[in-house]
C-alpha cells in the first residue's frame, strides 16, 4: 500500500473504532446490554490492532493480531491489581474506558475475537485493496 493511503488509512481506522466503541459503550442507542458490554470492549481491542498497524506498517497481520491480544490480555489482568492510585484512575471515566474496572474472561475473549476480526479485514481487504492499487499504478 502506498505510504500516504496508509497514512489515512489507519488513523481513520482508528478514529472510527474509538468513535464506535464510545457510542455502543455511551450513546442510547437502545443495544442489548451484552452488545454494550462486550461490543465496547471488543471495539477497544481493535483500536489496538490499527495502532500497531501504524507503528509498524509492514508487519503481518497474524504478528500485530497476537501482539494485540497479548497488550489487550495483559491490560485486562492488570485489573486484578488494585493499588489505590490505578483505583482512583480506574474510577474516572478515561480510567473505565482505557483500563476498565473489572477482570473478565469473557473480555479476554472478545478482544481475541474482535482482534481476528480486525486483522482478517486489514490482511483481505484493506492491504489487499492497496496492493491492488499499486499493481495497476
Not at 502506498?2 to 488513523?11: D, G, H
Not at 495502532?51 to 497481520?61: D, F
Not at 497474524?62 to 491490560?75: K, S
Not at 474506558?97 to 476480526?117: C, E, H, M, P, Q
Amino acid at each position: 500500500m502506498k505510504a500516504p493511503t496508509q497514512r489515512l488509512i489507519y488513523p481513520g481506522a482508528a478514529l472510527a473504532t474509538v468513535a464506535a466503541g464510545l457510542s455502543v459503550r455511551f450513546a442510547p442507542l437502545g443495544l442489548p446490554w451484552v452488545v454494550m458490554k462486550y461490543g465496547g470492549s471488543a471495539l477497544w481491542a481493535v483500536m489496538i490492532y490499527w495502532m500497531l498497524r501504524l507503528v509498524w506498517p509492514r508487519s503481518g497481520a497474524v504478528l500485530l493480531a497476537l501482539v494485540a491480544g497479548a497488550i489487550a490480555t495483559l491490560v485486562e489482568f492488570t485489573r486484578l491489581y488494585h493499588p489505590a492510585w490505578l483505583d482512583a484512575f480506574r474510577a474516572s471515566l478515561a480510567g473505565a474506558v482505557l483500563l476498565g474496572r473489572y477482570f473478565s474472561v469473557r473480555n479476554i475473549a472478545a478482544y481475541w475475537l474482535a482482534i481476528a476480526a480486525g486483522a482478517l479485514l486489514d490482511a483481505c481487504v484493506i492491504r489487499r485493496a492497496g496492493n491492488r492499487a499499486l499493481l495497476e499504478s
